[in-house]
C-alpha cells in the first residue's frame, strides 16, 4: 500500500509555492520523500523554503527554488531549464497550483484586474502547463495537477473573472488529458472549495465568512492538510488509471443548495 501512493525520489514542481495552499503542497511532497521544487515571483522566499523542506525531508531529500512569474510567460522556460540542470530530468508531477483572486460586483471587475487574472490563472498555467508536457513527452512520463477551484464548477457572486479562469482551467485539464495520454502523461484537476489561506482572508474581509459556512455540509472551511490524500492520490502510482478527473476536496459545498 505504501508503494503504491509513494511519490519517493520523484521530481515534483509546485508553482505558487511561496505561501497558502502551495506551500502546504510543497513541503508535503517534500515529507513524504519527492524531490521538490517550488517556484514563485519571490526566490529569496522560495530558496529558503528549499533549504529548511530539504533539511526536513526523509532520506536523501533534495529541494530547489526557482523563479517563476505567470504573468511573465519567458520565465517559464529558464525555469524549466534549471530543474533539468539539478536533477538531470524534466519534474515527473507538476502541481500547477499559482492564482490570485479578485473580490467585486461584476460590474466593478475593471480592465485591469480582469487581464491580471486572465494572466496568471489561466494563460500563465497554460504555459506552465505546456512547457511541462512538452518535456514530460520526451521522457513518455508525467503526472499534471492543475489546481483550480469549485468556483470553476458553480456560480459564486462577486468573484466573475476568478471563477472564469478557473473554469477555463478545468476545461484545459479535459483537452491535455484527451491529447496527451499516448504520451503516458495524466492531467487532473484538483478543486479545492474553501480553505483557510491569505486567499480567504479576502472572503473574511468582506464579511462572507458565516454566509459561506451555512453552505458547507461539514459546517467548517477546509484546512491546508485535508488536500494531502487527494493530491498523492494524483500525484502517484495510485492514481495511474486517473486522467480528465476533476477531484472536489469542500467539505460537500458544490452539493448544497442551503
Known amino acids: 500500500m505504501e508503494d503504491l501512493f509513494s511519490v519517493r525520489g520523484r521530481v515534483a514542481l509546485v508553482t505558487g509555492a511561496s505561501s497558502g495552499l502551495g506551500r502546504h503542497m510543497a513541503e508535503f511532497l517534500a515529507r513524504a520523500g519527492a524531490k521538490v521544487v517550488l517556484a514563485a515571483r519571490r526566490l529569496e522566499v522560495v530558496e529558503e523554503l528549499a533549504s529548511k523542506f530539504a533539511a526536513d525531508a526523509r532520506d536523501d531529500g533534495a529541494s530547489l527554488g526557482v523563479h517563476l512569474d505567470l504573468a511573465d510567460p519567458g520565465t517559464v522556460p529558464s525555469a524549466f531549464d534549471r530543474i533539468e540542470q539539478a536533477f538531470g530530468r524534466p519534474p515527473q508531477i507538476l502541481v500547477n497550483n499559482a492564482g490570485i483572486i479578485h473580490f467585486a460586483k461584476f460590474l466593478d471587475h475593471d480592465d ?147
Open 112 to 258: 485591469e484586474t480582469i487581464s491580471r487574472i486572465f494572466d496568471t490563472n489561466l494563460k500563465g498555467s497554460f504555459a506552465v502547463a505546456r512547457e511541462a508536457s512538452r518535456r514530460m513527452a520526451g521522457v513518455k512520463e508525467g503526472s499534471i495537477i492543475n489546481v483550480a477551484s469549485t468556483a470553476g464548477l458553480r456560480t459564486p457572486g462577486f468573484l466573475s473573472a476568478y471563477a472564469v479562469s478557473k473554469a477555463g482551467l478545468i476545461q484545459l485539464t479535459q483537452v491535455m488529458a484527451l491529447e496527451l495520454a499516448h504520451h503516458n502523461i495524466r492531467v487532473n484537476t484538483l478543486c479545492p472549495g474553501n480553505f483557510v489561506t491569505g486567499m480567504h482572508q479576502v472572503m473574511a474581509d468582506n464579511n462572507v465568512d458565516d454566509a459561506i459556512i451555512k453552505r458547507i455540509p461539514q459546517r467548517r472551511f477546509g484546512r491546508p492538510d485535508d488536500l494531502d490524500g487527494a493530491l498523492l492520490l494524483l500525484a502517484s502510482d495510485a492514481g495511474r488509471y486517473m486522467t480528465g478527473s476533476v477531484v472536489k476536496v469542500d467539505g460537500g459545498q458544490t452539493l448544497s443548495w442551503l
